[in-house]
Structures are given as C-alpha cells and as structure tokens.
C-alpha cells in the first residue's frame, strides 16, 4: 500500500496491517483499485452508454467515478443531498466548523474509503476517541458515580478486568488472535478455514449471548457486562449493540473498524462532493477535464419514485418529476426499504427470496445533537482539582456519549452533546432542537455542576434523527440473529451470470449491502462490486493481470448456509 493514509496504520512485525479483507469475502480491493493496469473496460460500443446510479452517497460517487473512467455516462439521482450519510452540516457563518451528523471516524483499516479520501487529499487527524491519545481527558460516569482518567492506567482495575475479560472471550468463542493474524497476512485458507466454521456458530446467536455465556464474563459479577455495554471497547457504548447477530460484532472487532480511527478535518462530505468534480487523469473515451459534475450539467437528477422493466427489456427510472429514462443498468445504492416506501419498484426485478432479505433488513435508530463553543475552553484545568474543564464524556444518563471537537485554540469548539443509538435515540426522536440540547446539557450538569456550559454556547445547535428522514429511514443496518442469509442474498446478487433475464441489469450496493454495516468500507467495498457486475453486464471484462472480484468469486465467494 502506498497511500499516505497507509502510513497511519500500525507496524506489526512481518505481518501486513489489518484491514477491512474479508471476513467474509477476502477480496483485496485496495490492491485491486491501485493497480496500474486499471479496474476493467467495456467495449468501444458502450462508450458514452448512459448508466443510472440511484444514490449520491460514498457507494453512488465511487460507482460513478469509476464508471466514468471506464467510459460510460453515470446518470445520477439523488433525493437530498450529495453525501449521503457522510453528512458534514456547517454552522451558519463559521467557515469550516462543522458537526459531523453521519460517519465521523473511519478506521485506517478502511483502505478502499482511504484509497477515494487520498485522491481527494483531504486532511486527516485523530479522531478524540474515549482515552484515545487524542483526547485530553475522559469521564466516565455510571451509576452516579465519576471517574476523570487521562491515560489508560489511571483506570479504576474493574475496567481493566472487563478489558481483559472482552479479550478472552473473544479468545476463547472466536479464536481471534488467529484470525486477525490471516487477515494480515492476506492468507485466504487459513482466514475462511477459521470464519467459515464461526459462521453458523454465531449468526444464530446475539452479541449479548456471546458476552453472558462466554466463560470470561460468566465467571464476573453481572456488573462487567453492564459495566461493558455501557463503556464498549473503544469508541462508546455497545450495549445498542447487544441484541444483534454476534457475527457482526466479530467483523467489526477482526477488521479493526473500531481501533485508530481518524476524522476528516473540514469534514468527510469533502470527499464524495470532490468525487464529483474530480478530472481523472485516466479516462476511457471521455476528453480530458470531464468530471461527473460536467456530465451532469452542474446538479444530480432528482429523487428516483419508480423502477419498471420496460417491454424491450429495459429498466425504466422514473424520477420525482415524472420524467422517465430507459437504462440498460442501474445501481440502486440508498436504504433497501426505500424499494418499497419512496419508489414504486416492479416486484419482478428482483426474486422473491431477495425481496425477504431486503424488506428484513434491519436498521437502527441513532441521533446526534451538536453545539459550537466560543472556544474550545474544556482544556482549561480547573484550579482545585487540576482537572480539565470537561472531558470525552461517556455516561449512563440520557447523553451516552459526549464528544469535543478542538478546530484550534482561536477558533470555535464543536461539542457533540448527544451521540446515541436505539432506544436511546427514540427518546429524542420526536423533540425538538431546543429541547434536546435542553436535556443534554441538564445531564451533563449532574456530570459537571459547577461548569456553566451554555455561557460558551455561540449559533444555533444543530441535530439529526436518521430514522426520521425520509429518505434514509435509519442510521443503518444492524444485522440480527439469522441474518446471515439475508446479508448473504444481497451482498452476492452483482453475480448475475444465472440469474433470470428478468432479473439481471439492476444492481445493489451500500453499506446495508456489505457485510459491516454502519462502515463506509462497506459501502465503498460493494459500490465496486457493483461496478465488476455492471462491467461484465455491459459485455466488459477486467485485465487480466488484475482481475476483480467477480472474476474471484467463485475462489473467495462467502460461505452458502442451507436455505
Ligand atoms: C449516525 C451515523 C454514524 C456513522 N458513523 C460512521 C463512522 O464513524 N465510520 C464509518 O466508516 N461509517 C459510519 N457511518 C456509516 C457511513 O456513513 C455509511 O456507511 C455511508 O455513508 C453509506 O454510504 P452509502 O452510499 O451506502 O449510503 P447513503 O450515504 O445513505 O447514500 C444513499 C443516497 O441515496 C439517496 N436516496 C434515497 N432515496 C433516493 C431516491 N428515491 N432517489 C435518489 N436518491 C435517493 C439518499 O439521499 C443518499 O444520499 C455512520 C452512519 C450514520 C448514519
């Protein structure tokens, strides 16, 4: 790997970094994108063929991108805004103060997403992660009681038993040193002779099931699991996670989505918008200076409301306005239950048994709600205690998870007051701006007495309920218990060598797509998958020094459980 973002991900020994490679299907697609010989071509007839790409998130710009280098015309649709979920909202009248209400800290181990922020040179800098070098300070503060760490040590030893105990758990149910070993190592038998056999072990069984009958939190009080789900293993809270399939929480852990995680300076929106304006270098058919947004006469068509096959065979796109275009592929890239709420979409494009996987998707609530300081004034010790004013702060009260943002010490503070997920964030989800910062900032004052928050307040706040938005429905997809097929549908349906003509040319991705949702990777992962199938639909192939996933499939292709 040469990116610069590369050089981020931590050295071990003669083993590889870890990085999003599988689990599931082991295909490296970092390797696959910076090849010199390119992702593939389609013949010279299909040259300034139109494509519709429904979505302008990280998986339609990266479909689109790379489609057009190819030669084609992506048409793109977009119902709300370029982004998508990496949505950077600026305060009003502070230039580059920004409150990140989709994903805001991306794993080095993200080397496809990386591959995309480096061509768009974007900034990167530690993400202020609980007791992460980043973060001046933590608080934790459970069951009424406050605990004010600065480095890892400092922590009571409950903490670091429930650390230990995490370990050997995942040890002891998931044999994960060996596991994460193969994916450094890029070693595909090993990692699929370990994964393979988790897989029907533990899509049956929850994230909590895990925790309470493994033998290192059975034999500890009921407090560690508690203790666990509240503080997580990194990032936050995980008990909003508890009731989901095991298996996802095992990809996330394995992969290290939830370690060294960095945060876009300016914003992680820079990326799919500079996506739109690029002028690649290396272009099939396309003169020099096209980018997507000249394709486009300057904005993306509207809100797709329905999908029909058409009698010549077909795909009919149907936009808000009423306005129709006929394609011969098109990537449906936004939440899979918006098939069935904002479009009309002909039951026979896809089979039955992907509509139950697509209609059974199931996603999760999560709000976040933002402030912009005067200053980040929270680094200030206090003279008593020597304390920092206000810490990272983690709780069981209504907040969950409290984040400060540093844009430098004479330029506004941003405090995410309130990140939470679940019922946690159903507790929000019919209030008002106001009322939610209201609330936050009573909580943090049970945290915080003596500290006057709002005397640092400056605009307006800003909050987001992703279920409550039409076109989302959810934050994302948290798998269930029994997902595994469901996922396994969806994910592997850009193979459409044997599927029904009926059924072939229109094509899925996203992060709800992929195997870890909640993770632009996978978002990134399945956008280029789509772009191998509508490749090869379109009568295209890959190099053959540098074939694609689709042309691996059949040796990497996920494990098939019995239907
Ligand atoms: C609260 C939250 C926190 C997150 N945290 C992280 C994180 O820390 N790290 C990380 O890596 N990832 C994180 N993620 C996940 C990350 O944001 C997503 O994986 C990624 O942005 C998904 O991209 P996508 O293109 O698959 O989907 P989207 O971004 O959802 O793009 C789909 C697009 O389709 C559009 N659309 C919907 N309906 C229609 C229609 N009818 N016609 C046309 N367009 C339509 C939508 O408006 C949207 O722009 C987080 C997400 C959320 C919500």
């Not at 003669?14 to 990085?19: A, E, I, K, S, Y």
């Amino acid at each position: 790997m040469t990116a610069p973002h590369a050089l981020f991900a931590p050295k071990h020994d003669d083993l590889g970094p870890v990085t999003i490679f599988g689990p599931d299907f082991p295909f490296p697609y970092d390797d696959w994108l910076k090849h010199p010989s390119g992702l593939g071509y389609v013949p010279a007839h299909r040259h300034g063929e139109e494509v519709a790409i429904i979505g302008a998130g990280m998986a339609g710009m990266t479909a689109a991108y790379e489609l057009m280098r190819m030669g084609l015309k992506p048409v793109i649709y977009e119902a709300a805004r370029i982004g998508g979920r990496l949505r950077s909202q600026a305060f009003e009248g502070a230039e580059g103060i920004i409150a990140e209400l989709g994903g805001m800290r991306f794993p080095v181990s993200s080397t496809g997403f990386y591959h995309y922020a480096d061509l768009t040179r974007v900034e990167s800098k530690p993400f202020p992660n609980p007791l992460s070098p980043a973060t001046p300070s933590t608080v934790i503060d459970l069951e009424g009681k406050t605990i004010y760490v600065e480095k890892l040590d400092d922590l009571p030893p409950m903490y670091r038993e429930i650390g230990g105990a995490w370990a050997k758990a995942l040890e002891e149910g998931a044999g994960f040193a060996a596991l994460q070993d193969a994916i450094r190592a890029r070693d595909v038998a090993t990692l699929k002779g370990i994964w393979d056999r988790l897989i029907p072990i533990w899509d049956d069984r929850s994230f909590y099931d895990f925790v309470a009958t493994s033998y290192a939190f059975a034999s500890q009080p009921f407090q560690y699991r508690e203790v666990f789900g509240q503080v997580g293993f990194g990032t936050g809270g995980w008990d909003s996670d508890y009731p989901n399939s095991m298996l996802e929480i095992l990809r996330v852990c394995v992969t290290d989505c939830d370690e060294n995680q960095r945060y876009i300076v300016g914003g992680v929106e820079q990326v799919p918008r500079r996506m739109w304006r690029m002028r690649p270098e290396k272009m099939a058919h396309w003169p020099a200076g096209t980018s997507l947004e000249k394709l486009h006469d300057g904005a993306p068509r509207p809100g797709v409301t329905k999908l029909a096959r058409s009698p010549d065979g077909k795909i009919a796109v149907t936009d808000r306005w009423g306005s129709t275009r006929w394609y011969d592929a098109v990537l449906v890239t936004c939440q899979s239950w918006l098939l069935t709420t904002y479009m009309q979409c002909d039951e026979s494009l896809f089979s039955p048994k992907l509509w139950m996987a697509l209609d059974r998707t199931r996603y999760m609530q999560s709000s976040k709600t933002f402030v912009m300081t005067d200053r980040p004034f929270w680094k200030e010790r206090d003279r008593q205690t020597g304390q920092h004013l206000m810490s990272m702060t983690l709780t069981d009260r209504l907040t969950r998870g409290t984040y400060l943002f540093d844009n430098g010490d004479d330029r506004p503070g941003v405090i995410c007051l309130t990140y939470s997920w679940m019922s946690d964030a159903l507790k929000m989800l019919p209030l008002p701006v106001d009322k939610r910062v209201r609330l936050a900032l009573d909580a943090l004052r049970k945290i915080y007495p003596d500290l006057d928050i709002e005397k640092h307040i400056i605009g307006d706040p800003i909050t987001v309920s992703w279920e409550a938005d039409p076109n989302f429905l959810g934050a994302f997809k948290g798998a269930l218990p029994g997902h595994y097929r469901y996922n396994h549908r969806m994910y592997c349906h850009f193979m459409q060598e044997r599927m029904p003509l009926a059924e072939k040319g229109i094509f899925l991705a996203g992060d709800d797509v992929s195997w870890t949702p909640g993770w632009v990777e996978g978002a990134v992962q399945t956008a280029l998958n789509a772009v191998w199938g509508i490749m090869n639909h379109l009568g295209g192939e890959c190099a053959p020094d540098n074939p694609g996933p689709g042309d691996r499939y059949e040796a990497l292709k996920p494990l098939e459980l019995a239907e």
